[in-house]
């Protein structure tokens, strides 16, 4: 039998409701795998053990009792630094923060709440999450376990590390044009950036999502069980609907037959498509047509105008909040962060219009291209992950997203698009396959990438503690 750090979701469920074990048990195995990772790791903010053990014997009691209090009650796993927990600081990554407590949970942190997850952590994040690396001036440096020299990918860095390292089975990042996929595609876990307002989160902003970062598809699917629920505080909150999320895990491979499968190779711009990665997603895609889908070959759809559009509007969005700070705290933002948003300065309104706009360009051409499709395959990222002290792929301020081109469109689309591992780097690194499908049609998406995942078959081992 696995070590406890190392079950499923559904594994300890059914070991809390057998009485093999307890949460206490699990929890207390958790904590002692993260103390033996986490010297190198720095995937953790908040990390309060002591919290965690009073929740899961609380769980264990209910458990006894016969009487558990949600569908995740006793589950380890961890929350993303910007997701709201009462009572707790919220820096978005940057040490430049002034932001009060946060006054209560927000609704991905309610609705586990509720469920009775074992809350271990919260993980960490790059400034104001404008990154995909683990480089914070506030947080310590998340490092990828497959290589701790390499990054985890971001924003949802702490995340990925952690969903990769074992530290529960269940973890909640953010995605604006990539923050899910990439450290999931990087640290060779599962993650469902869903249709825009599936899984509220507050504050709500065009192309943010939450969703969950894990080790299986069938784990990913019970926590949408439990974060897929309308909540208020944000006004792009889908209304409730009955998604069948528990049937994923039982979808057989015979699934994909007759299934038509765009197969999209070049993204139209960004950085060049490292040729270990083409050669991991082909393979997918032959896998996925050995099982009687039908692939296609894409022509891109995404342009150098859209991708800048969408970087210049970012840049004014930062540069106002910039301007908000004061000169010292203007002093404390990673110098990365402040080029890049200090360099909108010259921006007119025209520009940022004409910027803005491809937002919505961005959108059309992505539905466009999608449509004659059950769902699109692609690389997740084009590169390999970087070092861990870089920035980004690039190093470059003024060239910040040329690694994004291939998820963020699926962000403006408001489309699912899910990241499962197809393969590892000749030195070891995963890759990621993204999985994206039409607006609304997130447990499609989510039973092709179970399907894919039996296809797949095993992964390699997990990394150990280095």
């Known amino acids: 039998m696995p070590d406890l750090h190392q079950l499923s979701a559904h594994e300890l469920l059914a070991g809390y409701a057998s009485r093999a074990f307890s949460p206490l048990e699990v929890t207390q195995a958790v904590i002692a795998h993260i103390e033996r990772w986490e010297p190198r ?6 990390y309060r ?53 946060a006054a209560q949970d927000a609704p991905p942190a309610a609705r586990l709440r ?91 902003y065009m192309g943010r999502a939450a969703g969950p970062m894990t080790r299986s598809v069938s784990d990913a699917a019970l926590m949408l069980q439990v974060l897929a629920q309308p909540d208020a505080r944000d006004s792009m909150s889908l209304p409730a609907q009955q998604l069948s999320w528990a049937g994923v895990a039982d979808t057989p491979v015979e ?26 997603v082909q393979a997918a895609a032959q896998l996925l047509e050995s099982a009687g889908a039908r692939i296609t070959p894409m022509r891109p759809f995404f342009t150098r105008e859209m991708l800048d559009g969408l970087d210049h509007f970012w840049r ?16 404390k933002l990673l110098p990365f962060i402040r080029r890049w948003a200090e360099s909108a300065a010259a921006f007119d309104g025209p520009h940022v219009f004409r910027a803005y706009a491809q937002t919505h360009a961005t959108r059309v051409a992505a539905v466009a291209a999608s449509a004659p499709f059950d769902c699109v395959i692609s690389p997740v990222a084009p590169n390999l992950p970087a070092l861990a002290e870089d920035p980004s792929p690039t190093n470059d301020p003024l060239r910040p997203l ?65």
């Open 114 to 204: 509720e469920a009775g997850l074992v809350r271990i952590s919260k993980t960490t994040m790059p400034d104001w999450g404008m990154l995909s690396s683990g480089l914070s001036s506030f947080h310590r440096l998340a490092r990828n376990p497959w290589d701790l020299a390499r990054t985890p990918g971001g924003s949802s860095a702490g995340a990925g590390a952690a969903a990769a390292a074992g530290y529960g089975p269940l973890h909640v990042g953010t995605d604006i044009g990539g923050s899910l996929r990439l450290p999931a595609g990087w640290c060779g876990i599962f993650t469902l950036k869903p249709s825009l307002g599936r899984v509220p989160i507050d504050p709500p």
């Open 316 to 331: 004014m969005r930062s540069y106002i909040d910039l301007q908000a700070l004061s000169p010292a705290q203007r002093e």
């Open 402 to 466: 040329e690694h994004i081109a291939f998820t963020v469109p699926w962000n403006m689309s408001e489309q699912p698009a899910a990241s499962i591992n197809c393969g590892y780097s000749a030195s070891g690194l995963p890759i990621g396959l993204q999985i994206a499908g039409a607006r609304f049609d997130d447990v499609g998406v989510m039973r092709v990438a179970r399907a894919f995942e039996q296809l797949r078959g095993p992964q390699r081992p997990w990394p150990q503690p280095q």
């Open 41 to 46: 790791l720095q995937a953790t903010y908040l």
């Open 49 to 101: 053990p002591e919290q965690a053990l009073e929740q899961a014997r609380a769980s264990t009691a209910r458990w006894q009792r016969g009487v558990p209090c949600g569908p995740l009650d006793g589950v380890p796993g961890t929350l993303k630094e910007n997701i709201a927990t009462a009572g707790d600081p919220m820096p978005s990554g940057t040490a430049a923060s002034t932001a009060p407590l």
């Open 255 to 280: 699934h994909l037959k007759g299934l038509s499968i765009g197969l999209l190779l070049d993204a139209g711009c960004g950085l060049p498509v490292d040729p270990q990665v083409t050669a991991a």
